[in-house]
């Protein structure tokens, strides 16, 4: 059976051909086997009409079936798996599959049968090797835990890991068993918890694969490791002993908790897991890890989590069904950003490293220089926190194009203005590019809270103008909110989208309103904190039964990292427009005029000195009103809080600022980091109860506190039992 | 039918720097991609229309083979653009133009990137060839016994490094290095010391006040430690004739007159310009600074290598028909004052004429006047390199302050060379 070779594919693997056992297919398969002549057998992966592979029951069923085949074989010398697809070896479970399981029966069939096959390759004979090129996450990467050898390509797409922490799981098809007993307990226990995905040198070092090889050479590669026959490794028996993992655990415990506040189960049930499984039987560990992911399939936290991921994508891939014309489909090749300072600096930053040009432009020497140290200055962070190398970052540097003086921009596909928060610059500014620009540029603005239809309204083309706000810090947060203005053309509007996924931010289309989405249910929520605090509450009290709910920083210690001047303007505003709730407490426009800015100026409601924890500042004593809140309980103070973003996040669904109540709790989550294990604001209402929800909030108002008042949307489903996701 | 001209759209420069301060640290390459990205910037120029991207370097960086590829592909200028480097050591920037032009004419394209960068802060050192072989029989060596007796091979001599900088200032034909041929200059044309001090004044002076009109062609560089670069140097606003007088001499030491002071400086920079076909340019709709409209090199004896632009300027005009007085504006490079002292003098001489250049009447008068009015590389710098561009830019810019209609641009070449270059406002 001579395969001749033909045009090499993506991966220079040879053509598949039927292999002699199967019947011709009536179905298009995603396994299929191609024989060689030197007895190897490729096992390679090719999901049909989808660019990745991933593993859902029928691909598990059909992996099982050739392996029968291959049992049954006499000759073979071995067997290598490897995926056809361009980028991905396999993604990993289908997690669609996960959220519909509904019952533990229906979660236990689907563990077992990937346990099943896992175990399969794993007692076959002959040697196996898995030839990584893309993603191996996940039951992926189990599969390759269970062959013999791992080699990986070094490209940048091959990523390897077990990320099934991060939403809600825990490697569950042998993960937890095999890599503990490949690499140590303590490296595994990194992985795993960590939810961590690593690069092909990476796992070459901590030994999740054996060998790096580029994609074409992998399985020449592999069939040299045949040639060597079954491994014979280390069994880690000292790390993997009963003794250190009974050390360690505890130890790893408290670490968890502090990070956690006990939130995330998964991290919490994987340890044990691997814990108990890593000194006793594979059966025994592959039982526990079993019984273990069961149980977490079970929780809201692991739903909540699958869904953000889902929300994720869709981010990823959304557009509109507008009529595709030239311009919108061709990428943006040019843009400019208007505004050197912290924003201007670091959205030209994100820009530059997606390998876009980038004109930085401001208003002299002085301004642009500050923006070029903060881009160098984020750089060298990247560099060192191992997100760029060296030659990454300074390729990167040199995308950014400095123009202190005016400089023409028609080759501009889009222009970001981030300059000052002032509405007459804005407009001078957005007349000006008017001139600059040519008629097919759009023209964005990244205002936090400014009118953008008033911008584009004193321009003379205003349905190129835009809204796109980004979030502190840029290179960190993920959400940009896309904002329509009364005059953006929906052609505008998709290509402003589709520049935010090109720059890999994931964008939510929000209407033009005060605050847009996410400073407006967050307004209230930091104001709220701001009179707890006036009223004698103790900053580390309110910060702390945020962090207890979720959030990743209190509000009081959010106030400082924004800025309180900046804080105040943006509360300001929303004042203007939606009076009494968006008030701000006086505490702030006090400490503001006083230089207690926060972080930027070294205190605000805490002390900020470089290489310390940032303490609460004893100097802000001063300026709380009374000791009203004093005797509040903690579970009230979180309560009040909480309630004020919800009736925020339920008001924004209220007026459509948005359409899709998915739309509101993501932007929470991405733009504000939102507790993601309770899927957002509107998701932990449902969760909850509206009517619970809403009783409570009642209760304030009657005890004076006008301002809990539910919005009608809310009192609406608390009275007929409604949720906002009706459907799941 | 006249054959297309080449034009000047624009140009810029980094601030010319002494070597060893505020340019140091960055490479040739990066002096170059930063006035490269600032031209296009300025000229919202697309990099994709470019036909060929040609720069001048003379000490090209060890690690930057063909500086010029490197300094497009930083720049933003796509893969598919070719470039390369020239050399023609100190008018290597009048190179870069004059080969665009060539290719031009030759319809090798009509779009170019032009220009020259030096860093001669990075100029390395060399060990010497013998130290040379020993490092690779240390190198080769495989056993602990052949690596001892490599490394016992060493003697300290092997250690005192070449110069690069001294190496690349001598003339290896004639054995004299640049100030010792300007040193022959002061003595066979008698200039004074005190006279060289006074030019080197002059030089100071009206750079010190061209300080803003010398901003116009200039692009700051923001360096990665946060500071910005945004003025020359080499300029001492304070420089008095007394200051000079006390210098000592730099090439001889008993009984020369060129000093540090009255010499150019050593110096650090890069200058872009985006040079096209005439015909290109109003397509584009660009308004060009101004035309090249005649040039010439020639060759004369390297030791008295500063007399070059006389010979070179006597081509041009009898490949052009333009004399010294037709031009308004006359940039001669400031090797040294001796030397362009010298050049002055030979120019007005009747007898340099029939005995040098083979022709009857003298070149003609260089006033005071017309010549280096905004300073010249004794204040500024001679980055060697780009200077030939700087010249070219800086007088286009003249012209167009003074309304005038043509420049005279001409340099003295180390190894016995002149170029002159003459531009036509547009």
Known sequence: MNVLQRKPEKTGQPEPLEPASSPSPAVEKTVRLIARDDGICLVMFDRPGSSANIFDLRTLDELAQELEFIERQTELKGVVFISNKRSVFIAGADLNAMLKVASPDDARVLIERGQAVMNRIAALKIPTVAAVHGAAVGGGYELCLACDYRIASPDHATKIGLPETKIGLLPGWGGSTRLPRLIGLPKALDIILGGKTVPAKLALKVGMVDEIAPAESLVTAAARKIKLGKPCRSDHWLLNSRLVAAVVAPQVRKMLFKKTRGHYPAVFKALEVVTHGVSRTVEMSLALERDGIIELMQTDVCRNLIGVFFLQERARKKTFSVAASAAESKPVAHTAVIGAGVMGAGITQWISARKLPVILRDINVEQVAKGMAGIAKLYRDGVKHHTFTAHEARAGMERVHPAPTEVPLHHADIVIEAAVENLELKKKIFQRLDELVSPDTVLATNTSALPISEMAASTRHPERVVGLHFFNPVYRMQLVEVIAAQQTSPEVLQRALKFAQQIGKLPVVVKDSPGFLVNRILIPYLIEAGNLFESGARIEDLDDVMLDFGMPMGPLRLLDEVGLDVSLHVAATLAVHFGERMKVPGCLGKMTNAGLLGRKSGGGFYLHEKSKDAKPNPGVASYVQSQKAREITREELQERMVFLMVNEAARCLEEQIVTDPADVDFAMIMGTGFAPFRGGPLRYTDTVGAARLVGAMNHLVASGTAHFEPCKLLAGLAVNGGKFYPKN | ?426
């Not at chain 2, 050192?125 to 190198?139: E, H, N, R, V, Y």
């Not at chain 2, 001598?170 to 006279?195: H, I, K």
């Not at chain 2, 209609?405 to 190894?415: D, F, H, P, T, W």
């Open chain 2, 1 to 426: 039918m006249n054959p297309e001209r080449l034009v000047v759209v624009d140009g810029v420069r980094t601030p010319f720097c002494k070597a060893g301060t505020d340019l140091a640290a960055l490479g040739a390459d990066e002096l170059g991609r930063i006035a490269v990205s600032a031209l296009l910037t300025r000229t919202d120029m697309d990099p994709a229309l470019i036909e060929e991207v040609i720069f001048g370097c003379v000490a090209q960086p060890a690690e930057s083979a063909n500086i010029a590829r490197v300094i497009a592909l930083r720049a933003g200028v796509p893969q598919s653009v070719p470039a390369v480097t020239v050399h023609r050591n100190c008018a290597s920037g009048c190179e870069a133009i004059t080969q665009a032009q060539e290719k031009m004419l030759a319809g090798r394209g009509k779009i170019f990137v032009v220009g020259g960068t030096e860093s001669m802060s990075n100029i390395p050192l060399l060990f010497t060839s013998s130290a040379a072989k020993k490092f690779g029989q240390l190198a080769r060596a495989k056993s602990v016994m052949q690596r001892a007796k490599a490394i016992a091979a060493f003697r300290p001599a092997d250690f005192k490094p070449r110069i690069g900088l001294m190496l690349g200032l001598t003339d290896p034909v004639c054995n004299l290095n640049m100030g010792e041929t300007a040193e022959v200059l002061a003595r066979e044309f008698d200039v004074s010391r005190a006279v060289q001090d006074a030019f080197a004044l002059q030089s100071h002076l009206r750079a010190a006040a061209a300080r803003d009109k010398l901003a116009e062609e200039i692009c700051p560089v923001f360096r990665s430690d946060g500071k910005v670069v945004t003025r020359d140097n080499g300029i001492r606003e304070g420089q008095s004739f007394d200051a000079l007088a006390k210098l000592k001499p730099q090439f001889d030491r008993r009984n020369g007159s060129v000093t540090a002071g009255n010499a150019s400086q050593i110096t650090d920079g890069a200058v872009a310009l985006l040079v096209m076909s005439e015909s290109r340019a109003a397509e584009l709709g660009y308004k060009p600074l101004g035309a090249l409209t005649g040039y010439a090199y020639a060759g004369c004896d390297p030791a008295r290598m500063g007399l070059g632009p006389v010979y070179a300027i006597a081509r041009t005009e009898t490949q052009t028909g333009l004399t010294l007085a037709d031009a308004d504006i006359i940039e001669i490079n400031e090797a040294f004052a001796a030397q362009v002292l010298a050049v002055i003098k030979c120019a007005a001489s009747e007898e340099f004429a029939h005995d040098q250049l083979h022709r009857l009447a003298p070149l003609g008068e260089i006033p005071a006047a017309k010549l280096n009015v905004n300073g010249g590389s004794i204040a500024l710098g001679h980055p060697v390199g780009a200077t030939g561009a700087r010249l070219v830019l800086t007088a286009l810019k003249e012209l167009k302050r003074r309304n005038a209609r043509r420049a005279l641009v001409s340099l003295c070449i180390g190894g016995g060379q002149g170029a002159a270059l003459w531009l036509e406002r547009m």
